[in-house]
């Protein structure tokens, strides 16, 4: 494992720039809001009214003017007198602005109050922004589990996130599991053996990670999942046994606690399996996002030929939105998967670079024009230009969180801001070289190269 830092003072934020805010400094003003009534200008005003009307400013200047400009608005709230800084220690104001700004779950808290989770989270995002960084390499020994006398099992697939841990699942079925706070390798699982269609039938799909579970998907329709926590991860079990005759090659699996979606393509009317995550029950099975590429998805069992397709869980778990070149679809993973919105693309579009998270996906055209777009309906929001993504697919590859596109291309890994004009920032001073998998959340880059060296970048609030 080795670590460098790397920061940026010729990239700004932009707009207002919520700079105190990254300190903290002015949300320490003010004496304990737990009086129930407070008075103001001669008034008496309830003390929910003044907190609702700050969140609802705060949260309207994060839509017209980006997230990290909120801290900026209540900042200048707080200034107006006695009476509203007097808010500005209500935990509650800070939970609901922390779960709507930054997405954060009610039970995601982890530092000691909701307030500091706020502040954490601006200076994360004014970080990744500005290019503020600790650049870490991680390795591992690869294992020769198929007794392949190449080197394919060091083709990463697929990279997973959660608060604690980063996976790398590569073509050879083995899932390496990491300790972001420290590097250490943790365990190396493999998919339990059977009978396989194929030489890559084994290499990994998809991978869903949390803090307390790993889930990974094969090509071949297997799932297994295993309990991680500690020093070492518990033996790992299979959850559904996959049937590919009947089913095809799952091209790729996302999904959360409570819903699991698999990608098909091979057999016609079968292209997404959606499972409830927490019974491991498969619910429902259906759709013809990847008839167009049943022949191609075939082939992926045989050889390590371009993305067909990708999948993933946005908003609070229940929807899902996947993508070929050909046609994106948002559906509703509660309701039978039935269709919430869909496109066919007039230009095809490069599979490797859409991804979506929240409430905002992007993909990219092959003339490299790329579009941000709301899951729930597809409606565009901004457009940039992608350079390196001409070309033949394959080439590039991107990945989004709440507020900025990050695309390796032409060998180079740029950020946007995607939140209002699609607004280039920067390039990583890192060269990689070729990029297999590349996965963001609101704290971490991650990218694997070639030679299976994982890349972590990580603009976490120090």
Known sequence: MSTSSSSSSEEEEAGPRGGAAAGGGEFDQGPSS???????????????????????????????????????????????????????RSDLLWRNLTQRIWNVGGDDLVRATWRE???????????FRSRRYTYTTLHFVPTDNNNNNNNDGLSCRRLALSGRYIAAG???????????????????FYPQHRDRLGRFSSAVSGIVLSD??????????????????????????????????????LVDFAGGDRW????????????????????????????????????????????????????????????ALACTSLRAVAFDLQNQGVVLAEEEFRRGVVVGSFDATNASAVVADVRGGATVRRVDDLAEVCRFSVRGAAGAQGEVLGCVNGGFGVVWGGGIIRVWEIELYGQYLYSFREGIGICNALIADERYVAACSSDGTIHLWDFGAQ
Do not use: C, K
């Open 212 to 249: 307390s579970r790993l889930v990974f998907a094969t090509l071949d329709g297997d799932i297994h999942t295993a309990v991680v926590g500690g020093d070492a991860a518990a033996p790992l079990r299979r959850a559904h046994l996959g049937d590919v005759v009947n089913d095809g090659a």
């Open 34 to 88: 737990s009086r129930s009534r407070i008075r103001w200008s001669n008034e008496v005003w309830p003390e929910p009214f003044l907190e609702a009307l700050a969140f609802q400013l705060a949260v309207d200047t994060s839509l017209s003017l980006g997230r990290l400009a909120a801290a900026h608005a209540l900042f200048n709230i707080f200034q107006v007198s006695t009476t509203w800084q007097a808010i500005s």
């Open 170 to 188: 590569f073509s050879d079925g083995a899932v390496h599991l990491f300790r972001l706070s420290t590097g250490a390798h943790i365990s190396t």
């Open 260 to 319: 699991w979606v698999g990608l098909f393509a091979g057999v016609p009317g079968h292209a997404f399996h959606i499972w409830n995550g927490q019974t491991e029950e498969l619910v429902f099975v259906g759709g013809t996002l990847t008839d167009p590429e049943a022949v191609m998805g075939w082939h992926l069992l045989t050889e390590l030929t371009d993305l067909i397709g990708r999948v993933r869980v946005t908003g609070r778990g229940t929807t």
């Open 117 to 127: 989770e706020y502040i954490y989270r601006h200076r994360t995002a004014s970080n």
